[in-house]
């Protein structure tokens, strides 16, 4: 996985040739405003909590959902 650093240290020819190499899915992704991306990751975070996972596991997604906050309304994150 290439990482934000690395991407900006490519020169325009070498994110060209990256981008040209992401399926559908990854360059639906990388244009996806970061919000979105944010929502995404709390509805994953949601389903996960609804599995059996480990309490430590546990712990950490919902201080993932505390961390969001700032970023969206309690009420947005629960629904």
Do not use: C, Y
């Amino acid at each position: 996985m290439v990482t934000s650093e690395q991407i900006d240290k490519f020169s325009d020819k070498e994110r060209d040739a990256w981008m040209a190499l992401l399926s559908d899915d990854e360059n639906v992704i990388l244009h996806a405003p970061s919000g979105f991306r944010t929502l995404t990751a709390i509805s994953e975070v949601k389903w996960f909590l609804e599995q059996e996972i480990p309490d430590d596991a546990r712990l950490r997604f919902l201080e993932f959902l505390e961390r969001q906050d700032d970023l969206f309304s309690v009420e947005a994150i629960a629904g």
